[in-house]
């Protein structure tokens, strides 16, 4: 919980998580066939502290969020994820917010505002769009379950293969709206890419279908078109790779569409499963069970497949399975 920082009007929280991830079997998220045989353990070890402040002043509550995340993997310093990038530490979050204004470093509302994608580990092979950016947001929540979102962006490098932030003055742009109730949620965001002149566009829908059980769905469009790249085999050849070259339309083709489902089997365990396919002919599925051993540590086994038939891509035809198991206490 919070406390009252001495001196001043301020609460203030610490908390965040320890986290060891143990992988096995091919590279799910693979871009090439150099990539796709992991041949070894995969093992990343993290952890996170977070620091919320918050005071309520005459325009609303003054609120603060920072996170900072320190990774070792099985090589050495840094965090193995989905596109290959190493980090040692990173600052993940730093924003200002008042009322349902948001200023500073936060995650795109392209993925935020519609509610990212499913509960598993493994859920963006299928990317539905940059994460990381510098913004200027502006949210607003009415009583009776609706909200709408407009936000001002950055862009941010950490998911791409070129630059796709900001290149002169206009920026990229957000905006969405949602309805939510005891049922569900129904959600929509639309963005411009000002750096490529492009948008893209998802809808997704959440249904409760009972208080253990629910389901949703989320479709992609987006007007950029895709960009092959090639890279050397280390044998004389090439291997070719489909690139992200936009901060929104990051899935393969003009569509994607995500599903899943989660069923809370008892108290300790909940099911979970994701499926994605996108216009590359790209298919990829995950299913875990976490499961609470005791209050604030959970441990998750996972199992995931890729299968691809982009006839662009020197993965055609291939596919990767991956187990893997995370640990993690939270506080």
Known sequence: GYFYIPGTE???RIHGYVRYD??????VYARTPGDLDRDTWGKNA????RFSTASETELGTLKTFTELRYNWNGGGDGEED????SENSSLRYAYIQLGGLRVGLDESAFVTFPGYLGNVIND?????????TNLISYTFTGGNGFSAILS????????????????????????GLKYAGGWGSIAAVAAYDARNEEWAGKVRGDVNITDRFSVWVQGAYKSNDDEYFATSDGNGGFYTYRGITSFYG?????????????FKATEKATFNLQLAYDDTKTFAATANVAYELVPGFTITPEVSYTKWDDENISLDGKDAFQGMVRFQRSF
Not at 46 to 49: G, I, K, S
Not at 250 to 262: E, N, R
């Open 10 to 12: 301020t609460c203030l």
């Open 22 to 27: 143990a992988k096995g079997g091919d590279r």
């Open 46 to 49: 993290r952890a996170t502290l």
């Open 82 to 85: 989905a596109y290959g990038s």
């Open 124 to 132: 963006d092979v299928i990317l539905a769009g940059g994460y990381r």
């Open 152 to 175: 001002l962006e950055e862009g941010g490098n950490g998911d791409s293969d070129v630059d796709v932030t900001l290149n002169d003055y206009t920026p990229h742009i957000v905006g």
């Open 250 to 262: 990051t899935w393969g083709g003009d569509w994607a569409v995500w599903g899943g489902a989660a």
